[in-house]
């Protein structure tokens, strides 16, 4: 007669080959100070506020232009998905070289998102490109009105003063750029080269 221990045994051998792994881990009991795997939330975006006062305080060059460029990305979306599509037509149209067709893009740009300060930032360069340079002005200063951290409208602003041989309102324009983005290219040039005509004109 089989003793009764190996009988218990030999009946138990199916039902426990019947238990995968998987099902062992699933039906193990917490053990005491085991702790669920970290889940770290998505770190938080920037704001745009943040993000230019880092453009402010950096002393680094590329780190203040890797800054730069985010802003930029900020800047450059319209929100409309129509606005974005003409401008981006106007681009293209512009390296073809063919500027009145970029600017009536940008002009249907501006009519659909007034309150987009780039729109008004970008139509000004074609305008500039089409050496109309009181309505680029104009674009321009629109532009700063809607966002007056805008530190590439600044400089082209003041570009385009020194272009007209103002250079009071250039020195001032180069100065604000210089202000939002103290490691921005050639603008201390521009104003160390400018500084001692304007400021000296009256010693």
């Not at 606005?83 to 740009?109: I, N, Y």
């Not at 089409?130 to 700063?144: G, N, P, S, V, W």
């Not at 600044?154 to 250039?170: F, P, T, V």
């Amino acid at each position: 007669m089989m003793p009764s221990r190996l009988l218990v045994a030999l009946l138990c051998l199916p039902a426990l080959a019947a238990v995968s792994p998987a099902s062992w881990a699933a039906s193990e009991p917490a053990r005491p100070g085991r702790v669920a795997p970290d889940t770290k939330p998505a770190p938080k975006m920037p704001s745009l506020d943040d993000l230019f006062a880092r453009l402010r305080a950096s002393e680094d060059p590329a780190e203040a232009k890797g800054v730069a460029r985010l802003i930029e990305r900020r800047l450059a979306g319209s929100g409309s998905p129509t606005a974005d599509l003409l401008t981006d037509r106007a681009r293209q149209a512009v390296t073809a070289h063919d500027f009145p067709l970029a600017a009536e893009l940008m002009d249907r740009v501006t009519a659909l998102e007034p309150d987009w300060s780039e729109g008004w930032n970008r139509r000004a360069t074609v305008f500039w490109l089409l050496t109309d340079k009181d309505d680029a002005i104009a674009d321009l200063k629109r532009a700063l009105v809607l966002e007056p951290r805008h530190f590439e409208a600044w400089a082209a602003l003041g570009r385009i003063y020194e272009s007209q041989d103002d250079k009071g309102h250039a020195l001032a324009a180069f100065r604000r750029a210089r202000a939002l983005y103290p490691q921005m290219d050639k603008i201390g040039e521009a104003i160390d080269r400018l500084t001692p005509e304007v400021d000296g004109r009256d010693l």
